[in-house]
């Protein structure tokens, strides 16, 4: 981690009732991704393949680096259209691990620009198209799925 | 968070936050980069700090705008709310497959 001191990272993690193998089908199924990111997804799931989600009006896009089946997901992510986080600037990996009879889905979203200082201005215009995908798209909510 | 995100919903506003993130600017200066009118610009400003997106320096009459760094703080929060609501939707759609996978086997045990 060289880049440790100029980048942020975002950690999350989820406790799922089922196995790892069907929460992986969540990762890598287009159908199935669309229903829990994004508003519609077009995604290459295989290593140099292609990953999109759009996200309100905004995309977000970059490539898959790893895909181990059903362990760990890594893909690049940035904004489309957004010239100092452009395209693959910043990494997301997921990863599944079993518990009992459930799975622990850990993501982890690193190389996010930091705030203050002169690096400030990166992390703007990173975030605000995801900003404005709250008001403009369609809001993921605060904790509740959509009711469809 | 709802005040920036309602505040960078408008198409001008984060024309305004970008014009702002660098450098210092006079309301009037900013006005001059749109087509809109003075008072309008200083409405959106105004929508602007008080989402804490923009820090205003009076210096005698005029009063400078500029981006605020500290906002950048409560973005990254915004975005740390994106992946945990999104991670809980996988959760509930993952497991409202799986409870619709034991339905139709307990459906196929109970014909059997």
Avoid: C
Avoid at chain 1, 125 to 135: S, W
Avoid at chain 2, 9 to 34: C, N, W
Avoid at chain 2, 83 to 98: G, K, M, N, Q, Y
């Amino acid at each position: 981690m060289t880049d440790q001191d100029t980048t942020d990272s975002v950690v999350i993690t989820e406790r799922v009732a089922a196995s790892p193998e069907a929460v992986f089908d969540f990762l890598v199924d287009p159908d199935k991704l669309v229903r829990w990111l994004g508003s519609s997804v077009d995604i290459e799931p295989e290593p140099g393949g292609k990953f999109l989600v759009s996200i309100g009006d905004n995309v977000a896009t970059g490539s898959y680096v790893r895909v181990d089946p059903p362990k760990q997901v890594v893909f690049t992510w940035g904004w489309e259209d957004s010239a100092d986080v452009p395209p693959g600037s910043s990494t997301v990996t997921i990863s599944l691990t079993p518990d009992d009879d459930h799975t622990i889905v850990e993501l982890r979203h690193a190389g996010l620009p930091r705030g203050g200082d002169d690096e400030h201005h990166k992390g703007w215009t990173f975030i605000l198209p995801r900003l404005a995908a709250v008001v403009d798209g369609r809001d993921p909510g605060p904790e509740l799925p959509h009711a469809d | 968070m709802d005040a920036a995100a309602r505040a960078l919903a408008e198409p001008t506003r984060r024309e305004i936050l970008h014009l702002v993130r660098d450098d210092e600017r006079t309301a009037g200066d900013i006005a001059k980069h749109f087509a809109v009118s003075r008072p309008a610009i200083s409405q959106h400003l105004r929508v602007l700090a008080d989402a804490d997106l923009v820090a205003v320096r009076s210096e005698g009459t005029r009063r400078y705008y500029r981006a605020r760094p500290d906002g950048l703080a409560e973005l990254r929060d915004w975005l740390d709310g994106f992946w945990t609501s999104s991670l809980r939707r996988l959760a509930v759609e993952v497991e409202r497959d799986e409870w619709d996978k034991k339905k139709v086997t307990r459906k196929k045990t109970t014909d059997d």
